[in-house]
């Protein structure tokens, strides 16, 4: 299938590991230029790297932190001035640190709130406008599985992502007439870093392997099974395509079956 992503331009944060390069590995592979960005130079830079060399496609990488306000603005634009437009938006971030409700101070919600919540608002603000004067756009928030069915010990990720999904959902119909989709993919337990980093705060906490929590993710998935940080961007990427213009305001799980819930 062509997506119809040649000569589209796509911002990607948090792409140097995880599911945000893999999701602009399949949106370079699909003719898109890249705008991706990462915390650190070498990591951005060796991903830039990678993604050129197997795919030819013109790929520009930028070093922010997307929980820094002014880091945050900094991107918005420079990527807006390198091809003077984004038209596929892919919000994304690491998460914040896990453990008990009652063993997190305000400081730690806060430093939560702008990693997530407005790491999503202030990118999707700045290439909004562009999206709606083109009359296309696409807007992609990678938020959880969290939003829809409370993980253990994530109560940061399960509060603030959930706000970030009422944000979507709003701007969804705000902008419906406009060309411009928004949409959000909520991941499951899938073989990332991130999963990795989970699984050993879990076992310090309870004084087992990294094997056998993750062994007791694998044992709640109908599946059997984690995912493949490549099974959840063939989503994203046909979130960003053509074909999906009729598809908005949605929370789409890639899961392999976790959330029990019938929506």
Not at 35 to 55: G, K, L, M, N
Not at 98 to 124: C, K
């Amino acid at each position: 299938m062509n997506l119809g992503l040649e000569g589209k331009v796509a911002l990607v944060a948090a792409a140097s590991r995880g599911l945000g390069r893999a999701i602009a590995d399949v949106l370079a592979e699909e003719g898109a230029s890249l705008i991706i960005c990462a915390r650190t130079r070498d990591a951005i830079e060796s991903a830039r790297d990678a993604i050129v060399q197997r795919t030819g496609a013109k790929v520009h990488a930028l070093v922010a932190d997307v929980s820094d306000p002014a880091q945050l603005a900094s991107l918005s634009e420079q990527a807006l001035a390198k091809w003077g437009r984004v038209d596929v938006l892919v919000t994304n971030s690491g998460g914040p640190p896990s453990g008990p409700a009652d063993t997190h101070d305000w400081a730690r919600w806060d430093a939560a709130v702008q990693l997530l919540l407005r790491s999503t608002v202030e990118l999707t603000r700045a290439m909004l406008p562009g999206m709606r004067e083109r009359k296309w756009g696409r807007i992609i928030n990678v938020t959880s599985i969290s939003v829809k069915q409370p993980v253990e010990s994530l109560v940061l990720s399960n509060s603030i992502r959930a706000a970030v999904t009422g944000y979507a959902r709003t701007l969804a119909n705000e902008v419906a007439t406009d060309g411009v989709t928004v949409n959000c993919i909520l991941p499951g337990y899938t073989r990332t870093e991130r999963v990795e980093e989970l699984a050993d705060a879990t076992a310090a906490r309870e004084g087992l392997t990294r094997a056998e929590v993750v062994s007791r993710f694998e044992s709640q998935i109908p599946m059997r099974r984690l995912g493949e940080p490549t099974e959840f961007a063939a989503l994203a990427a046909f979130l960003a395509s053509e074909q999906a213009s009729y598809i908005t305001g949605q929370s789409i799980a890639v899961d392999g079956g976790w959330i029990r819930g019938l929506f």
